[in-house]
């Protein structure tokens, strides 16, 4: 359930998707093409924590989910 992520979520796990968007918000991507500079940047996550692009496609979602229900109040950071 997505509007419970960051509820069930241990510390660890928070952890881990926040080293992995900030790894995201540092790869270099493609900046004429926004599907491919997000493909490239998820990329880029996988080959650092040596992942498969799914995994690390997850962590980051879960990371940008995690901070709008953070921003909604569903959650405590």
């Known amino acids: ?26 790869a270099p991507g493609d900046p004429r093409d926004k ?13 650092e924590m040596n992942l498969t692009h799914k ?3 997850r962590r980051i979602r879960n990371y940008e989910s995690w901070q709008r229900n953070i921003k909604k109040r569903l959650v405590e950071p």
Do not use: C, H
């Open 1 to 26: 359930m997505p509007e419970l992520r960051g509820t069930q979520a241990t510390d660890e796990v928070k952890q881990e998707w926040t080293f992995a968007y900030k790894l995201y918000l540092k």
């Open 35 to 47: 599907k491919n500079d997000r493909s490239e940047r998820i990329s880029y996550v996988a080959k």
């Open 55 to 57: 995994q690390a496609k």
